[in-house]
Structure formats: structure tokens, C-alpha cells
């Protein structure tokens, strides 16, 4: 079935048994390379269910606990000093569950309160000066400085990409590993997620894999637009059949034996009123159904979403890479397949 409005690819599996996929627009208009199921596209926050299962893991490890201030964490590291700075600017209350949940009230960089996009964020300073999530901190201690009463929205829901640039920080001083090398070592590789990845923008993503570009508003590509390459709070890549293997491994119900599969329990359970929707730990849950958990983001020329329910084991994931186009069609005739 065609669609009008649509540009990107979206899969429908049950467990990791594809159902329905289509695909539609273009994922390089340069060369006319049509969009498809097989190939890697951006994730926007998306990654933070990475971030979270990440951190999690490490934690099923015994090599953190949830409440462990972030800040001992970082400071504890060996080199902290000379890679993190004095951290003046980071309480020693914010724990990595405060991050989990967003209610640390830690300085976002990137507040979409204040600022209106990322480039804005940045303040000039070109988009492939970031790369670690150190290099992240001087915009987190620049917003802590702005604020009249630092923390004050400690406690409470208050969505923050900062904080997931902090547990990034953290999963690099436990495991002694680049985040995005843990991430797919712990995580894409044991679970078969063989299209997922982070990587740059202005390098070749990896034998096998071709990433879909994203395009903007104006027609533009998004390569001056995000980091340039992804970190913890968002830019990885994935495709709908790898998103299908990340929640079967995930899913506590199916792997019980697995270390972290209380931490998962825990958190796909509502633990903050997000608005719209709850939030458990690095999860957004649906308020009309709190049995499905899903993720989703938004950048420059992409919308992700991945909605996985517990109770049939069947996920639906759209991954879109035209910001002058919208996913309603698709998640009106393939959302019904999830319940």
C-alpha cells in the first residue's frame, strides 16, 4: 500500500517473526536510493533505552546500584580531574536512578524550554567538536550557571538530555570502555542488533551496514545539524527488525534467567506522570495501556517510535527520515497489530 505523507520504514513483528514492513520516500536523494527495511536510520532519544539498558546492565553487574551518586561515580574514575573537570556543577545527590527517571533536576545543555535547536545549544561551536560525553559538560555547567535556583526541579519529571550525557559518562567510568563500544558490546552484538551502531557522520558507518540520510525541513541533510556522532542521550542507529531483537532480549518475561531482568522489570514499570504518557527507567509507557513500553525521538529530519506490548510480544517500529513528512498513516493502519 502506498503512502502520501510518509518517508522512512516501519516493521510489525511478533517476538522477532516479521508480520508486516513497508517503506516509502527516499533514503539518499542524491543518487535516488529508495528507503528500506534493511538499512540503519537515526533514533534521535530513541538511543536512551540504550543508555538505560546499558547502565542497567552494569548494575546486574554489581558494578554500580541505582542510588550511587553519579558524581562519586565520575570522580571515582582514575582520571576525573584532567577528562571530567571539577564537576562544581554537579550535585552529589543526582543518582543514576534520578537519571533514569528524569528527576534529578541536573542542567540539560540542551533544554527545548529554552533553546530551539541544537545548533542554538551549541553556541556556535561546530557540531563535530562532540563526540564524548565529556565534551558535553562545559554546555551542562554553562546552563547550571544561567539558573536562578540550581536543581530546583529535583524531584520532580522534568525531561533532561543532560542526564543521559551523564550516565553516558558513567557507563564509561565503570565498564573502562567507550560508551558506544559497551553499547554494542554489551547489548547490538549479544542480541544479533547487526544494523545497529553509532556512527559518524562524516565516515563510512561499517562493513554491511548503509545508513538512510536524514533530511530537514528545507531539504537539507541533518549532518550540521546533530552531533556528529551519537551519544547517550540520542543518535544512534537501528532498523525495525533490529528493534524487534532489542525487546525480545530485554523483555523480563521471556528471559528471566537473564542478570538484569528484575532491573528491566523495574524499569518498564511507571514510576513518573510524563504528561501525555508515564515513565519508568530510560522508558517512556503508555498511559492508556502500561503494558506497552516504547521509545521515541525527535531530531532534525527524523521521528523514531518503537512500541513493544508486553502482553502479545509484538512491536511495531517506524523509523522516519523526512522532517516534512509525518508516520499518522502508518500507525493508523499497523498500531492495531501491537494490541
Known sequence: MGFEHFSGVFGVYDRTELLAEGQAGLADRNFAVPNHPALSYQT??????????????LAAE???????????????SGNSSSRYGTLEWLSETVTV???LNHTSGVPDYFDEDIVGDFEEALNGTPNYHYENP???????????RKQETPYAKRGTFKYSNG?????????????????RDYVSGCLFRP???????????????????IRATAYQQDGRSNIYAVPVIGGGDGGAYTNP????????????????EHPAARLMEEAWTPKQDGGENLYGLGFWIRKDNPRVVFLEGFDPGVQFFSFYNRDTKRSLTICMNDEAMN?????????????
Open 163 to 179: 542526564g543521559f550525557v551523564l550516565l553516558a559518562a558513567a557507563v564509561e567510568a565503570l565498564s573502562g570502555e567507550r560508551f
Open 62 to 76: 554489581g558494578k554500580t546500584g541505582l542510588d550511587k551518586s553519579v558524581k562519586a561515580i565520575l570522580q571515582g
Open 191 to 209: 542480541a544479533g542488533m547487526h544494523r545497529s551502531g553509532f556512527f559518524r557522520l562524516d565516515a563510512p558507518a561499517g562493513e554491511g551496514m
Open 97 to 99: 536512578r534520578s537519571l
Open 134 to 144: 565529556e565534551q558535553f559538560f562545559p554546555l551542562a555547567e554553562a546552563a547550571w
Open 44 to 57: 534521535a532519544s530513541g538511543t536512551k533505552g540504550f543508555t538505560a539498558a546499558a547502565i542497567l546492565n
Open 241 to 256: 527488525a533490529d528493534m524487534a531483537r532489542f525487546w525480545n532480549r530485554l523483555d523480563p518475561e521471556i528471559h528471566p
Open 327 to 339: 508516520c499518522d498513516e502508518v500507525f493508523a493502519q499497523y498500531y492495531g497489530m501491537v494490541e
